[in-house]
């Protein structure tokens, strides 16, 4: 009987005053936490919400589209889930869709308005990386050597055209075009939240080339030296076309909605720095449990509160991960609401499930 059965069971019989035999004699070891727990009811409901029949996601935040990010994240989701039938079809789309790039990575944008709906030939690296993860996952899973053969290639590919020296450190493009030195006014320019430590951890231990580029290492220096204004939280977009990183001057300078995941793949990672997630803890305690927003850097004031669950649950992550307080209700308990949020809602979930089940 899976954990999340038996704490049903325990909240009804508390419910109803009655003791339950079966839960009184269970052994403590059956109450243990498996990750798909907290997954499989909630994947249901986001997967009747977000993932058409064929298997595309929509992202409903910005006029239906699909894109390679949310095609990696319900992948991952629906391994997590055990959900065989859903991801084979999420990855077939994702196939036939997207990869028409001839370097081995994905288009990042498919619009069904459009014609062709590949709106944008571009790849992004994160979403590449999301694929490359959920086929490792699923590999392991489901025992598929051929997602393992995809997962090192799309891996390596990314290593090869999304990766680039700056200053004697290998960093994560955002993309194979656009983003380099010459491409924009201060560039190189990256995206702190492009660097999904855990899946750069996993991967690595499969593709060589991606393990030399110690995108770990980068990453965490990254996240050291851009902690901008008051707050000292990262901007979206990170210049690093001087000796210290700075917000990049084509994109607004503060923390927003690319940022916001920063804290969901540091405290999801093995090594979660603490001192890291310090400044979120700081900057979202003291709004109040579950509150944060965009910030303005220059100044440190918030532009606009993020009052979706989906957000509130990174910040019960980083409460959590700092040793602070478990999950609201509120994170706990999925309740859709539009995409990005309720995606970001399903990966904390499956990060406490992962990292830290106590907080649960």
């Known amino acids: 009987m899976s954990g999340l059965l038996l704490a049903a069971m325990a909240g009804m019989a508390t419910l109803t005053g009655a003791a339950s035999p079966d839960l009184a004699a269970a ?24 993932v058409s029949p064929e298997g595309r996601v929509v992202d409903d935040d910005n006029g239906s589209i699909s894109h390679s990010e949310g095609q990696g994240y319900g992948m991952l989701l629906a391994v997590a889930a055990g959900d065989r039938a859903n991801f084979d079809k999420l990855w077939s789309w994702t196939q036939q869709e997207l990869f028409i790039r001839d370097d081995g990575l994905a288009a990042w944008r498919w619009d069904p308005a459009a014609s062709p709906h590949i709106t944008d030939r571009n790849n992004a690296s994160d979403g590449d990386m999301l694929v490359a993860w959920a086929l490792l996952r699923a590999a392991e899973r489901w025992n598929v050597p051929e997602f393992r053969k995809r997962a090192r290639a799309i891996s390596d590919a990314l290593a090869a055209h999304s990766v680039s020296d700056v200053r004697g450190r290998k960093m994560l493009m955002p993309a194979a075009e656009g983003f380099a030195k010459g491409e924009q006014p201060d560039g190189p320019v990256v995206n702190a939240s492009y660097w999904i430590f855990p899946a750069i951890a996993e991967l690595a231990t499969i593709s060589p080339a991606l393990a030399k580029a110690k995108l770990d290492e980068s990453g965490t220096w990254l996240l050291r030296k851009a902690r901008f204004g008051p707050a000292k939280l990262p901007s979206d977009w990170v210049s690093l076309g001087a000796s210290d990183p700075a917000p990049a001057r ?7 909605y690319n940022a916001v995941r920063v ?10 720095d603490p001192a890291l997630l310090k400044s979120y803890a700081d900057s979202w305690s003291a709004q109040g449990p579950g509150a944060l927003g965009t910030v303005d850097l220059p100044t440190g004031a918030t532009l606009e509160p993020m009052t979706a669950p989906g957000y509130g649950a990174i910040a019960d992550l980083v409460a959590c991960a700092s040793g602070e307080r478990p999950a609201r209700a509120e994170t706990r308990n999925f309740v859709p609401t539009t995409y990005y949020p309720s995606t970001l809602h399903l990966l904390s979930l499956l990060a ?9």
Do not use: K, M
């Open 250 to 256: 084509s994109f607004p300078a503060s923390f927003g």
């Open 352 to 360: 406490f499930a992962e990292r830290y089940p106590r907080c649960l």
């Open 27 to 50: 052994p403590q070891a059956a109450l243990a936490v498996e990750p798909q727990d907290y997954l499989i009811g909630a994947w249901e409901l986001y997967r009747s919400r977000f």
């Open 263 to 272: 804290p969901l793949y540091l405290a999801w990672s093995q090594d979660a």
